[in-house]
């Protein structure tokens, strides 16, 4: 490290620590040379995510965004607050183990609906509606069929009825 005041690349840590913030590391230094002493920080190097639009633009990664759209989809919905930032957190986790520095809108679209699949079928088809840009209401149905028939079978299964198998009186 080039010390401040001589100009003279010759210096020892005295003192290291984390910051506050816990993002950095100040080290205090003794210029080896003029014995004068200053402070110096130590950041890691980010290379933001970038994501990849649609239309080919690219802007930073905002987990804001994706909590914006989940809140969104899940108004007035049985789903609190916190369970929509941990699914946030799942999903900042999955895009930054998968890319290092660009991502297709088109992935993090779909990691949400994998999600809010999960959550509330509601929230799922009001999300769906707008990412797909669903143009009219039998694109709804077709994106509603396969709940319809998870549900008939839930509701079968909870009547006592076993799918397969025939009673005999």
Known sequence: MQCLFCKVDNDKVINSRTSLDGLSIKRRRE??????RYTTYERIE???LR???KDG?????????ILSGLLKACEKRPVSTDTLENTVNEIERDIYNKFDRE????FIGSLVMQKLRILDMVAYVRFASVYREFKDISEFIDELKPFMST???KKE???????????KH
């Open 57 to 65: 633009r690219r802007e930073v990664f905002d987990r804001k965004k």
């Open 151 to 153: 549900i008939k079978k």
């Open 51 to 53: 994501v990849v639009k």
């Open 31 to 36: 210029c080896l040379s003029c014995g004068r």
């Open 46 to 48: 980010e290379n933001p």
């Open 103 to 106: 991502v297709d809108s088109s």
């Open 157 to 167: 299964d909870e009547n006592g009825n076993v799918r397969g198998a025939s009673v």
